[in-house]
């Protein structure tokens, strides 16, 4: 570059100086782009530690690439670490009781260049360890008791005075309590050897008592209790129900074979307020020196009132409280020994309300037996079996059914055609929450006794079933079917379809004992089998028990606020063939599916438009020989124009369709012949004749209480009813017309 040389003249020295700016201006240019960074050729990891209590180190290695390795305690962030794939081992850590588990204990994660990469380690905290509460009384003044702890992995501890053992391994331990002296005395206790299964998280309690020895060799104590309803095992977890009598079982003991009866005294507390006591008394010539359960003369024994088992209940026990036997150890006749009180679990629970409904086969003329007399032959055993303070039972009006006459095997598809109008009757006219019992007369006496829903909760409104009303067996039958109302399916004995795959008792055995109250007696597991089984003799089992305070403590939708006009929507599945019946208008409370399912119905107007549309699935039906068989009936709120638009109502499942749509264009014009005839025939029956192909189902109601009467079929129809006055509420498919008729 040839070099510039600035004279004294004003216009070259602004060149000069242009050009040596522009020279520099230029050279920071070319610098600049020598000096640009280099891409990242590493990457790295962002690691977090969650769920550690401070002070707990998490175990993590981190491997990767060219024999990469760390190992990492807390959070951090790793830097410079080579591209690739990189794996996260996560071990278990503990601290003192507990132990913490990675919820991911292996991960595998590619890390590339540039910013390091974010992962997490989350740690889930449980404690794994037990505790011992070694309580001691009765030791004198000044000296020591003599009391070992022995348990798993050659554990052993010597214990002089009340102390709780901590930080113990799970397993069994057991506790040896040894006579000690003082002043020339001997002191024994009480009990001398005890075992306890010790649980993480748990504690154990040894209650020992001393007491001075005297020359008597006799020793009474009470080994335990059973306080039962219906059914309790042996950890006494089954709850009672509130306002409803029990029956209580003491459990008194001798060390050696002797011929005493001492008393024994119960006293009840509640919310820690003393209530009352009561003495035991027990006939015999001695005191067992083991509890025989099984024997129910082997206990002291009594009905606790109903006004007593209430929330909150506690009680405790004392044998010989008069002291009139002599003893060779006194201080060990309370029970808890330490004069402590024990819960009993008691939950509340409103009566069960049911309602019978005979029905009389119009096809044959057969009414099921259901009267005011017998109506608590219905729920005699279900009031026995059922977790509940009482069973409130009423009767309804006799329902007349079209269906034909019923089977056997249900060939016909009648006990599932006279089910599905029981389940629609009580939709649609039913104000209160009773569960529909339909009583029916069979002409047969072995096959299908009963049918009942198995709804997946209370709250879906298939509270209906039915049985026969054959005297010696109507109890158990509708305590079973009853049983599927409240959620239970089979119990595995006898072959019944879709048993439950988690009942816990082999030969579906009741499992534990049960108590009938009325005799009293002892229900012998290894004879009785459960309620919802198909085997004899039959109780109920602590499982379906249980299961069926589960289902009903569960939070309920019922039917709930005022009627209002709805579309009654209904219809059944037989032999696979969706049936879909004619639509109604009426007033009742809104009723529509909770979940969806694989069927679906959509309501449409003339031109197909949507009016409304329900998805939902079919509940179980329980003791059907065929598993397909099912009932639907759904009460949907509608304007009056929808219900003024309503044209067809389609039906659809996976296997079938049907479809209803209005067959009569004259509806609600005043100015035609009615539609029907009716005519009493004798003080207590209707004859109702009407064009089937018109109005294929009629519905006849009372007035004045809304019950209805018949879904009437067929064209000609004779119901049971001495009213002056019925509402008939004719259907053409989908549109409703409503007539009143006056009869003399």
């Not at 503990?94 to 292996?106: A, L, R, V």
């Not at 049971?720 to 498919?733: A, C, F, K, P």
Request: glycine share 10%; aromatic share 8%; proline share 7%.
């Amino acid at each position: 570059m040839p070099s510039l040389s600035c004279g004294r003249l004003r216009s070259r020295l602004e060149i000069c100086a242009l050009t040596v700016l522009a020279l520099g201006l230029g050279a920071c240019s070319k610098s600049s782009q020598n000096t640009a960074p280099a891409p990242p050729t590493t990457g790295g990891l962002d690691l977090s530690v969650q769920g550690l209590p401070s002070g707990v180190n998490a175990d993590i290695l981190v491997t990767g690439p060219g024999g990469y390795s760390h190992h990492v305690s807390t959070s951090e962030v790793m830097t410079d670490l080579a591209p690739g794939s990189y794996n996260l081992t996560s071990s278990v850590v503990s601290s003192g009781d507990w132990e913490y588990t990675p919820n991911t204990p292996t991960q595998n994660l590619m890390i590339g260049t540039g910013d390091p990469r974010p992962a997490s380690v989350n740690y889930t905290g449980a404690i794994t360890k037990g505790s011992l509460l070694i309580s001691l009384s009765g030791v004198p003044a000044g000296a020591s008791a003599s009391v070992l702890v022995t348990g798993p992995g050659s554990y052993s501890q010597s214990v002089t005075q009340s102390d709780t053992l901590r930080s113990l391994t799970p397993g069994t331990y057991v506790v040896t309590a040894a006579v000690i002296s003082d002043g020339g005395v001997e002191y024994a206790p009480f009990p001398a050897v005890e075992n306890f299964d010790i649980v993480a998280g748990g504690m154990g309690g040894s209650y020992i008592a001393y007491g001075q020895r005297t020359g008597a060799s006799l020793d009474l104590y009470i080994s335990g209790y059973e306080i039962s309803q219906v059914t309790q095992n042996d950890s006494l977890n089954v709850p009672l129900i509130r306002d409803r009598d029990a029956f209580l079982r003491v459990f008194g003991v001798a060390n050696e074979v002797n011929a005493e009866v001492p008393d024994i005294r119960v006293d009840y507390f509640i919310n820690g307020q003393f209530q009352q006591s009561e003495t035991l008394s027990r006939s015999g010539i001695s005191t067992p020196t083991a509890p025989t359960p099984l024997d129910l003369s082997s206990s002291w024994n009594t009905v606790v009132p109903a006004g007593l088992i209430q929330p909150n209940l506690e009680v405790r026990f004392e044998i010989d409280p008069q002291n009139t036997v002599l003893e060779g150890f006194e201080t060990n006749n309370r029970y808890p020994i330490d004069g402590s009180t024990r819960p009993v679990n008691v939950v509340s629970r409103t009566p069960l309300q049911v309602r019978l409904v005979p029905v009389l086969q119009s096809a044959n003329g057969l009414s099921g037996d259901a009267t005011l007399a017998n109506k608590g032959d219905y729920v005699a055993l279900a009031t026995k079996l059922l977790p509940f303070p009482s069973i409130d039972v009423d009767l309804r009006t006799t329902y007349t059914t079209a269906a034909p006459p019923l089977e056997s095997n249900d060939g016909n598809g009648a006990w599932t055609q006279i089910l599905q109008e029981l389940l629609a009757l009580r939709n649609t006219t039913d104000v209160s929450s009773r569960y529909y019992f339909g009583v029916v007369k069979t002409t047969y006496t072995s096959g299908v006794a009963g049918l009942g829903y198995v709804p997946f909760s209370k709250s879906q409104g298939y509270n209906v079933a039915m049985g026969w009303d054959r005297s010696n067996s109507r109890a158990g039958v509708a305590a079973h079917e009853i049983g599927h109302n409240l959620g239970r399916p089979h119990s595995p004995c006898g072959g019944p379809a879709n048993p439950d795959p988690n009942y816990p008792y082999s030969g579906a055995s009741i499992g534990v004992r049960g108590i009938d109250l009325t005799i009293p007696a002892i229900k012998d597991p290894a004879s009785y089998t459960d309620i919802m089984g198909y085997c004899n003799p039959q109780w109920i089992s602590d499982y379906t028990y249980t299961r069926i305070l589960d289902f009903m403590g569960a939070a309920s939708k019922t039917l709930s606020g005022r009627p209002s006009s709805c579309i009654l929507v209904w219809g059944r599945v037989h032999d696979g063939e969706l049936i879909l019946e004619p639509a109604f208008l009426v007033q009742a409370r809104p009723h529509l599916p909770l979940r969806r399912g694989d069927l679906r119905i959509d309501a449409r107007d003339e031109a197909g438009r949507t009016l409304f549309d329900l998805s939902f699935e079919l509940p179980r039906l329980a003791d059907h020989p065929n598993l397909e068989e099912g009932a639907f009936a759904w009460t949907v709120p509608v304007t009056a124009a929808q219900a003024a638009a309503l044209y067809e109502v389609e039906a659809r499942s996976p296997r079938s369709r049907a479809l209803q749509r209005s067959r009569n264009r004259d509806v609600g014009r005043s100015a035609r012949r009615l539609p029907y005839s009716i005519e009493r025939q004798g003080h207590n029956e209707l004859r109702l004749q009407w064009d089937p192909t018109l109005h294929p189902v009629i519905i006849v109601r009372d007035p004045r209480s809304g019950e209805v009467l018949s879904f009437a079929r067929g064209g000609d129809m004779t119901l049971r009813s001495g009213l002056t006055e019925v509402q008939l509420e004719l259907s053409d498919g989908t549109r409703t017309e409503v007539q009143r008729a006056t009869l003399r």
